[in-house]
């Protein structure tokens, strides 16, 4: 059964820095792409990192470009979101998912499995 176990999250103050990890079981990771979003009270689910199977290339959102950064540990398993700077504005539940085309698309709908979220807080 593929499953999605998200970690890391928690309250921190303006410009500080968390590190989310995205741990997978049930298949190999490196077989798809892994996005993480994140969905904020009465806003849209926003795509803010992925990265693609095999050469690991990475996309961000405009809005989170330059503070965080997408990474995976294969033997691990796992894909980290580090993010530094962190703003009241990334408050948020933050999801990872998977992407079977292993391209990261930007339909949600390709994202098959996703983990059960870790809430980000960023407030003085």
């Known amino acids: 059964q593929l499953q999605l176990v998200e970690s890391g999250g928690g309250l921190v103050q303006p410009g500080g820095s968390l590190r989310l990890s995205c741990a997978a079981s049930g298949f190999t990771l490196d077989s798809y792409a892994i996005g993480w979003f994140r969905q904020a009270p009465g806003k849209e689910r926003e795509r803010v990192a992925c990265i693609s199977r095999g050469n690991s290339s990475t996309n961000y959102a405009d809005s989170v470009k330059g503070r965080i950064t997408i990474s995976k540990d294969n033997a691990k398993n796992t894909v980290y979101l580090q993010m530094t700077g962190l703003k009241p504005a990334d408050t948020a539940i933050y999801y990872c998912?998977?992407?079977?085309?292993?391209?990261?698309?930007?339909?949600?709908?390709?994202?098959?499995?996703w983990g059960q979220g870790t809430q980000v807080t960023v407030s003085p």
């Open positions: 998912a998977s992407d079977h085309s292993g391209l990261c698309s930007l339909v949600f709908t390709d994202y098959s499995a």
